[in-house]
């Protein structure tokens, strides 16, 4: 697929105005609308790239630093699959949920709430306004989320937020849609996720992911990241996977 200069640069590089791009209420009422999307723990989102295997690699990799684990949060936690998936790894977990899609929350409530005897604590709203004691989780997980902050103090006040929350040793692990600091290396992979979306759903289908993108997301590089997750403090950091624009890692602190 061929896209538009337009939709590949603007996505993903730091310098941009971010005017255009959707208010939080825009994106809660987009995601208020989509619950059942979000809800199949086997196959996550069709449109990101090996969302089985990062969801995995994820729980995995934070079972591994934490075997011991008690309190997990779930940051956009969506309609519940990574804290399933979580649970499925370290059971009873105290599971705490953030969204700012109340449909999401509640259906995460409802599929979380058999399969844990933890407690299960809700906020309904943005990360940025939730409010934790300082080392309160073992665990910190952020599934597609991180791609919805927008300039660096934003993003630089969201992983200092998690680091003053996870408990010395805890862990804090992100999968998300991720930009390239190379422009180059970005179009390349922009245009290659294109194909890959014109081959599950045509491109018409392509091009609405797309048009989404641009106006909703704002992701950084993998790169990016890591130095965010050193210069916030976690002493070890991890890339545990990464194809294309979708990659997963994280810290332990």
């Not at 996550?44 to 079972?63: E, H, S, V, Y």
């Not at 937020?161 to 922009?190: C, M, N, Q």
């Not at 641009?214 to 916030?232: A, I």
């Amino acid at each position: 697929m061929l896209l538009s200069e337009n939709i590949i640069i603007k996505v993903g590089f730091e310098k941009q105005d971010f005017k255009h791009k959707s208010t939080n209420d825009e994106i809660r009422s987009r995601f208020d609308n989509d619950v059942e999307r979000f809800s199949n723990l086997e196959t996550g989102q069709k449109t990101t790239i090996d969302a089985p295997i990062t969801l995995r690699l994820i729980t995995k990799a934070a079972k591994a630093a934490n075997p011991n684990a008690t309190d997990l949060l779930d940051v956009g936690c969506g309609a519940g699959n990574y804290t399933l998936k979580m649970l499925s790894e370290i059971p009873d977990l105290n599971c705490s949920l953030v969204d700012f899609s109340l449909p999401m929350l509640r259906r995460a409530e409802e599929r979380i709430s058999p399969n844990t005897n933890g407690r299960i604590e809700s906020f309904h709203g943005d990360i940025r306004d939730a409010q934790f004691s300082d080392g309160q989780f073992d665990i910190v997980l952020a599934g597609a989320v991180m791609h919805h902050l927008r300039d660096d103090a934003d993003w630089e006040s969201v992983f200092q937020k998690v680091y003053r929350i996870v408990k010395p040793g805890g862990s804090f692990w992100i999968s998300d849609l991720v930009a390239h600091d190379s422009e180059e290396v970005h179009t390349f992979f922009w245009e290659d996720y294109g194909n890959y979306l014109d081959d599950i759903g045509g491109a018409d289908y392509s091009k609405h992911v797309f048009e989404y993108i641009e106006k909703e997301d704002s992701p950084r590089s993998v790169t990016c990241q890591m130095e965010l997750l050193r210069k916030t403090g976690f002493q070890k950091v991890e890339i545990l996977h990464k194809n294309g624009c979708f990659a997963a890692f994280g810290g332990i602190k």
